[in-house]
């Protein structure tokens, strides 16, 4: 397993942008497909947005298509998140995972083993 720290979260105005990082310690980080997932209070944990160990498949919850980019630099064990255009319904605690899975559904939390701490952002209108 790794262990993931998430940074970048804070209070920003609808229509401005944040980036989260989530840094990993730990072996084989390159072999881990990787996804962003938020909850919000009172709701489910929902997928944001994935992207495959190799770095080259990305997906994105409909919801933030177009708005949010997920990348990731094997080289420096991080993942980040560039979030754009946010919006009050984007308020969230941001969590990265990790999944070491051979078959993953990156969409799905019960595939990840590894949950960073969680980052708050909060998007006023």
């Known amino acids: 397993q790794v262990q993931l720290v998430e940074s970048g979260g804070g209070l920003v105005q609808a229509g401005g942008s944040l980036r989260l990082s989530c840094t990993a310690s730990?072996?084989?980080?390159?072999?881990?497909?990787m996804s962003w997932f938020r909850q919000a209070p009172g709701k489910e944990r929902e997928f944001v947005a994935g992207i495959s160990w190799v770095g080259d498949g990305t997906f994105y919850a409909d919801s933030v298509k177009g708005r949010f980019t997920i990348s990731r630099d094997n080289a420096k064990n991080s993942i980040l998140l560039q979030m754009n255009s946010l919006k009050p319904e984007d308020t969230a605690v941001y969590y990265c995972?990790?999944?070491?899975?051979?078959?993953?559904?990156?969409?799905?939390?019960?595939?990840?083993?590894?949950w960073g701490q969680g980052t708050q952002v909060t998007v006023s209108s």
């Open positions: 730990g072996r084989s980080f390159m072999s881990y497909a």
């Open positions: 995972a990790a999944s070491g899975l051979a078959t993953v559904d990156i969409s799905a939390p019960g595939d990840f083993s590894s």
